[in-house]
């Protein structure tokens, strides 16, 4: 499974963006599938995750209310509100080896190239 994030881009501080995760070469629609970002210098952050069929989320603690994971049959989508320039960040979506998630990277075994954005103040 390649997957491919987009979406990034340069927003000004408390806009929103919509980040995409698509898969091609084999559907990733058994898997369950992670957002995470890492920001210049630091590590890299879980975000969100969703199961296969789109049943069970969750977040990170710090971020719940500005952010919003969803699925449909094709894709998976990071709904970002209120940007902060602190979300400046490359994000990524993982696909996990199964139908739920971790709330860590361990256990994502296909990964994105990343989208970078960047929010100005």
């Known amino acids: 499974v390649q997957l491919q994030a987009s979406g990034g881009g340069l927003v000004q501080a408390g806009g929103s963006l919509r980040l995409s995760c698509a898969a091609s070469?084999?559907?990733?629609?058994?898997?369950?599938v992670g957002w995470f970002r890492q920001a210049p210098g630091k590590e890299r952050d879980f975000i969100a995750a969703?199961?296969?069929?789109?049943?069970s989320t969750a977040y990170a603690d710090s971020l719940k209310g500005r952010f919003t994971i969803s699925r449909d049959n094709a894709k998976v989508y990071l709904e970002i509100r209120s940007l902060r320039p602190e979300d400046t960040a490359v994000y990524y979506c993982?696909?996990?080896?199964?139908?739920?998630?971790?709330?860590?990277?361990?256990?994502?075994?296909?990964w994105g190239q990343g989208t970078q954005v960047t929010v100005s103040s």
């Open positions: 993982a696909a996990h080896r199964g139908s739920y998630y971790n709330t860590a990277a361990p256990g994502y075994i296909y």
């Open positions: 070469r084999r559907t990733f629609s058994n898997n369950g």
């Open positions: 969703i199961s296969w069929n789109g049943g």
